[in-house]
């Protein structure tokens, strides 16, 4: 059976990040960036589409395969797991230092612990997403005399395998088999580098270690969250900032690409890249919890990236602010159990999602009122510029129907979260304006397109027989993102239509207290609705949803019930403290990408208001 989405960890360096199974292999990395090809892409494959076991060698003859125990090394992105064996026990640090002009480097540290226990390494490199296997030999680049370091060299990439464990070949496979008595430590190394590049130094790994844990003490102490949930929000903090490409700012959505909505299903998405909407809540998440100079570089890269051609406006973008994600299939990749096809770009690059504007605008008022502008005029960083470009965009368009929130493949249509999220960009630029001293036609012009856009989302997108606003305009259909009105201000948590929507929602979406994002047409248990999204089959409940809904239990006055929901949610995440895109409430699994920085943004944003002092 394939490794559970939960038995998952996550490492990363800031650039590009690997997930490592509990069983102590290395399935999924991509060097040098998060969005490059794999060179362990076992994920959504098997050892044969690259990996990298490192564990007690007495697996499966009379150690169990699994780590006894594993956690993070306080509060960083140093992972650490613990086997016992018949032998005695064992521990593994994995890490990624954070980078600054080095290679990319994977560390793997084996402590001894009790007993003398014999480990086994397995690296399996497979370039190009598992298609291609390397060369693989042995070399002294140094002259040294003795050819110690072991390197793996296809198309344009190479990996340096470096420890002083004897190494040796077989089965396409590159082996070191050594014991550790209590207290030794032996380091195996893997940088990554251009294949036309001289080898890269040979990594320190204790240096390396030592600067990893200094780097994430120091950035976890500037957190300024002091509620009761500190070590799940921590968590997700930490995850985000690992979700972060350092050099831009940009902040991609998960790490992993293809990870399955629904085990089987075809809802398999590449998720490293950056979202507007999702980068733009995180930056909110981030402001409140003190992160300033994190919400700063994400604001530089909105500049850069949208700058250019403010009107064609995309709703996701490359980490450096690319443009081009043109979807394709990976055919020689069966898939996270058999869910194919794998996928890399995406295609929703191309739709319109009106929301995308209230997100961005939302953002930057955000930013302003922490006050991460240099000065008090508007011009003074480029944002304003941007943000009228916007508005004059949006001014033309908002009566347009889109794509919406969801991103469904089915045909466009009048989604009232997109209206809302419209509403909120016309108020957050009255606001602006507002605060600037203006007055006058321009601050009057934008008064008139919040107007009219409120009107019209209360008559159109609200069922008063239902006492409910709906999914879009005139269906009867709801919709999990409508829980976000009181949230934005669109609406005060008092009005009886606020109420009215959460209990529908409530009674509609929820499976098992969770929430669904919509309605879908396939399946016997898929709600009955005849929505459709354009795709087949069906996907578990969506676990920024259920934040939300907890967020908003709290909002209207019921915070008990919006704490027990959110405790409930994160029993949800795995042992490690993370959390997929969705839960499948019929197996009880996490589902979808992995991590994912759109279900730790609403877990942050309700610890916020649940325990009492949110923003
Ligand atoms: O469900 C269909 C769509 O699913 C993905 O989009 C989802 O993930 C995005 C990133 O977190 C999020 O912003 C969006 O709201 C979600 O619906 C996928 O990327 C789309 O291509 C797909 O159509």
Request: with cysteine; proline share 6%; hydrophobic share 40%.
């Amino acid at each position: 059976m394939a490794t559970l989405i939960e038995d998952y960890a996550l490492i990363g360096d800031m650039q590009t990040a690997a997930l490592v199974a509990r069983d102590g292999s290395v399935d999924w990395l991509c060097l040098p960036r998060f969005d490059s090809p794999a060179v362990f892409a076992g994920l959504l494959g098997g050892d044969e589409h690259g990996c990298w076991r490192l564990a007690p060698a007495a697996v499966g003859a009379g150690a169990a395969s699994a780590a006894a125990r594993r956690r993070y090394r306080g509060d960083s992105l140093v992972l650490e797991s613990e086997w016992d064996t018949p032998e005695g026990t064992v521990r593994v640090l994995d890490l990624m230092p954070p980078r600054q002009d080095a290679a990319p480097v994977l560390v793997r540290i084996v402590e001894g612990v009790r007993g003398r226990v014999t480990m086994r390494s397995a690296l399996r490199p497979r370039f190009s997403y598992g298609r291609v296997v390397p060369w693989v030999r042995r070399v002294d680049p140094d002259g040294t005399g003795t050819p110690r370091r072991t390197v793996a060299v296809a198309g344009p990439d190479s990996l340096w395998l470096d420890t002083d464990a004897e190494t040796y070949g077989g089965d396409l496979t590159t082996y070191a088999d050594f014991t550790v008595a209590p207290g030794q430590r032996v380091a195996l190394t893997l940088s990554w580098q251009p294949s036309h590049r001289p080898a890269p130094p040979r990594p320190d790994a204790a240096r390396l270690l030592a600067g990893t844990e200094r780097f994430w003490a120091e950035w976890t102490a500037r957190c300024r969250y002091t509620g009761p949930w500190r070590q799940a929000v921590m968590r997700s903090l930490i995850t985000l900032k690992a979700l972060t490409y350092a050099p831009t700012g940009g902040i991609v959505a998960a790490p992993t690409t293809s990870l399955p909505e629904e085990i089987g299903g075809v809802r398999n998405w590449d998720y490293r890249y950056t979202w507007l909407r999702d980068a733009a809540m995180t930056l909110g998440a981030l402001l409140r919890t003190g992160y300033r100079e994190e919400a700063r570089e994400w604001r530089e890269w909105l500049l850069r990236a949208v700058a250019g051609d403010a009107q064609n406006l995309q709703i996701m973008y490359g980490v450096a602010g690319e443009r081009e994600l043109a979807e394709s299939e990976l055919p020689w990749l069966p898939g996270y159990e058999g869910s194919r096809p794998v996928r890399i770009g995406n295609g929703a690059a191309a739709q319109l999602q009106l929301d995308v504007y209230g997100e961005v605008v939302d953002a930057l008022w955000l930013a302003r009122t922490a006050r991460l502008t240099p000065g008090p005029k508007a011009g003074d960083d480029g944002t304003h510029i941007l943000q009228m470009k916007l508005m004059n965009h949006l001014e033309s368009h908002w009566r347009d129907p889109d794509e919406g929130i969801w991103e469904v493949r089915g045909p466009r249509r009048h989604f009232t979260h997109s209206k809302v999220m419209a509403w909120v960009a016309a108020d957050r630029t009255v606001r602006r304006l507002t605060a600037l001293g203006s007055s006058g036609p321009v601050l009057a012009r934008w008064r008139a397109l919040r107007d009219e856009i409120h009107q019209e989302v209360c008559a159109k997108g609200y069922d008063a027989d239902r006492n409910t606003f709906t999914r879009s305009y005139g269906s009867r259909e709801l919709d999990a993102s409508l829980l976000l009105i009181p949230q934005v201000g669109f609406l005060p948590p008092g009005d009886p239509r606020v109420a009215g929507t959460v209990e529908a929602v409530r009674r509609e979406l929820c499976e098992d207290g969770f929430v669904r994002r919509y309605p879908l047409a396939d399946g016997p248990d898929r709600g009955g609705g005849a929505s459709g999204d354009g795709l087949p089959g069906g996907e578990g409940v969506f676990l920024a949803c259920s934040f939300w809904l907890a967020h908003d239990l709290a909002l209207i006055g019921r915070r008990a019930e919006g704490r027990r929901l959110f405790e409930r949610l994160l029993e949800l995440r795995n042992d490690v403290g993370l959390l997929a895109e969705e839960w499948d409430t019929r197996r009880g699994r996490l589902v979808g990408n992995f991590p994912q920085a759109f279900s730790h943004v609403p877990l942050i944003d309700a610890a916020l208001r649940l325990g009492g002092d949110g923003a």
